[in-house]
């Protein structure tokens, strides 16, 4: 929950965008009809996301399928950054920072999920709200105690 983040000067050097991520090289997802989504500020959703790894409570990666592409065919998006929509949830080096990041991996853990995407963000994290079922995320994390609204 901390005020400001990363600058512009700690993202040069990033690949320009490309078709996900491959062996840590940084790339975006190109895929024309998410783009345009995007572009529209229309929400998708995607689903059965995996995630890959948790960052913070409010942020993760993971790994999903678009279709179409401009080739026509599958493509997949490996370790995509993504920030929830709607909870500010405390920074993994701040005092209740690692409960918060406890309690999204745990909810992150127990399988596959949706995932509307409306956007990115300033650092050019994919912003969405992971659904499984009734479940949200986003408000998990708030009824815990581990987030405020956003």
């Known amino acids: 929950m901390r005020a400001g983040g990363a600058s512009a000067?700690?993202?040069e050097g990033e690949s320009s965008p490309?078709?996900?991520?491959?062996?840590?090289?940084k790339g975006r997802i190109t895929s024309p009809f998410l783009q345009l989504a995007?572009?529209?500020?229309?929400c998708v959703t995607l689903h059965g996301i995996t995630h890959e790894r948790v960052v913070d409570g409010d942020t993760f990666e993971a790994t999903f399928r678009v279709w179409p592409t401009s080739t026509n065919r599958w493509l997949v998006a490996e370790h995509e950054p993504i920030r929830l929509l709607g909870v500010d949830a405390w920074e993994s080096d701040e005092p209740r920072g690692p409960a918060a990041t406890a309690f999204a991996a745990a909810w992150l853990r127990k399988g596959p999920f949706d995932l509307m995407v409306c956007g990115r963000d300033h650092f050019g994290r994919l912003l969405g709200t992971p659904t499984r079922g009734p479940d949200?995320?986003?408000?998990?994390?708030?009824?815990a105690r581990h987030g405020v609204t956003r």
């Open 9 to 11: 000067a700690d993202h």
């Open 18 to 25: 490309s078709y996900g991520r491959r062996g840590g090289a």
């Open 38 to 42: 995007l572009a529209l500020l229309l």
């Open 136 to 143: 949200n995320l986003a408000k998990a994390l708030i009824r």
